[in-house]
Nanobody
Framework: QVQLVESGGGLVQAGGSLRLSCAAS??????MGWYRQAPGKQRELVATITNGGVRNYADSVKGRFTISRDNAKNTVDLQMNSLKPEDTAVYYC???????????WGQGTQVTVSS
C-alpha cells in the first residue's frame, strides 16, 4: 500500500521560512515533487525532482524554494524561504511510480503566510 505522509505546514509571517517533508512508502518512485492549491485556484506545480536529482521549479518560487530528496529514505523535502502571502495554499506531495508511472498524492498540508 502506497502512503505519502506530509508534515511541516503552518502559519508564518511574510519573509519567513518553512520546511515541508514528505515520507513515501510502498513503491520505488521516479519523479517526486510538491504541488499547491490556493482557494479558488487550480492545483499547480511548485517543484519536482527526479531520482537522479534533476530539479524543476515553478517560476514563482525560483530562488526562494529548494527541493531535496533522499532516495534511500524515500523522502522529499521543500525548503521555503522568503515566503510571500501569495504562497498561501494547501501543499501536496506527489510521487510517480518508477515502473507504472502512476501518480500518488499526499493528504495535503496547509501553509499560510500572513502579511
Amino acid at each position: 500500500q502506497v502512503q505519502l505522509v506530509e508534515s511541516g505546514g503552518g502559519l508564518v509571517q511574510a519573509g519567513g521560512s518553512l520546511r515541508l517533508s514528505c515520507a513515501a512508502s510502498g513503491r520505488i518512485f521516479s519523479l517526486m515533487g510538491w504541488y499547491r492549491q490556493a482557494p479558488g485556484k487550480q492545483r499547480e506545480l511548485v517543484a519536482t525532482i527526479t531520482n537522479g536529482g534533476v530539479r524543476n521549479y515553478a517560476d514563482s518560487v525560483k530562488g526562494r524554494f529548494t527541493i531535496s530528496r533522499d532516495n534511500a529514505k524515500n523522502t522529499v523535502d521543500l525548503q521555503m524561504n522568503s515566503l510571500k502571502p501569495e504562497d498561501t495554499a494547501v501543499y501536496y506531495c506527489n510521487a510517480q511510480g518508477m515502473f507504472t508511472g502512476y501518480e500518488y498524492w499526499g493528504q495535503g498540508t496547509q501553509v499560510t503566510v500572513s502579511s
